[in-house]
Antibody, heavy 118, light 113 residues
Framework: QVTLRESGPALVKPTQTLTLTCSFS??????????VSWIRQPPGKALEWLAR???????YYSTSLKTRLTISKDTSKNQVVLTMTNMDPVDSATYYC??????????WGQGTRVTVSS | DVVMTQSPDSLAVSLGERATINCKSS????????????LAWYQQKPGQPPSLIIY???TRESGVPDRFSGSGSGTDFTLTISSLQAEDVAVYYC?????????FGQGTKVEIK
């Protein structure tokens, strides 16, 4: 079955770079039409799509955050990595790794909570 | 970016009654070549990640009860819960996957009256 698991630091300091890893199983990111996205949700607030990487290595980013984000994949390890630079307290949120296969987001990880504080 | 606007922000419905949530996109998310609207609905219960309930605007995800239905095309969409059950208390989000960046509505909180 499809599973996704996010990992990374729970606490980062302002101005630091956040690196999150999504480890997945049950599918291959080499399959045509497959994509992995990162989505975040500040406490009590709405979902915000951040970035996506596709089976063919195409990448897409949030308009407002694209200068701070990098998404990459390691298909041999079944992992997708998201880096976000210059972290700020407003970036405190639960970060979700998700899968889409030619349509909507059909699988979500449980999320990892990140707090930005000095 | 395509802006997704949901209404209302919250609603309280009696058990067994109908709940209706609207979602409007700032531009059409209908892809004529495939005759599909690239619109999904998600349900998020407290403390859980969202889960997909409707895609292509009106196709129910496997395992989703048939009291959930989606309708609409182009820029205006509706999620209907025909007979609200206690387990349907959640926040519901619409999302367009027609174009990147993908975007979500602000969410609609459904409670029991």
């Amino acid at each position: 079955q499809v599973t996704l698991r996010e990992s990374g630091p729970a606490l980062v300091k302002p101005t630091q770079t956040l690196t999150l890893t999504c480890s997945f199983s049950g599918f291959s990111l080499t399959t045509s039409g497959m994509c992995v996205s990162w989505i975040r949700q500040p406490p009590g607030k709405a979902l915000e799509w951040l970035a996506r990487i596709d089976w063919d290595d195409d990448t897409y980013y949030s308009t407002s955050l694209k200068t701070r984000l990098t998404i990459s994949k390691d298909t041999s390890k079944n992992q997708v990595v998201l880096t976000m630079t210059n972290m700020d307290p407003v970036d405190s949120a639960t970060y979700y790794c998700t899968r889409s296969y030619a349509y909507a987001i059909d699988y979500w990880g449980q999320g990892t909570r990140v707090t930005v504080s000095s | 970016d395509v802006v997704m606007t949901q209404s209302p922000d919250s609603l309280a419905v009696s058990l067994g009654e109908r709940a209706t949530i609207n979602c409007k996109s700032s531009q059409s998310v209908f892809y004529s070549s495939y005759n599909k609207s690239y619109l999904a609905w998600y349900q998020q219960k407290p403390g859980q990640p969202p889960s997909l309930i409707i895609y292509w605007a009106s196709t129910r995800e496997s395992g989703v009860p048939d009291r959930f239905s989606g309708s609409g095309s182009g820029t205006d969409f509706t999620l209907t819960i025909s007979s609200l059950q206690a387990e349907d208390v959640a926040v519901y989000y619409c999302q367009q996957y027609y174009t990147t960046p993908w975007t979500f509505g602000q969410g609609t909180k459904v409670e029991i009256k």
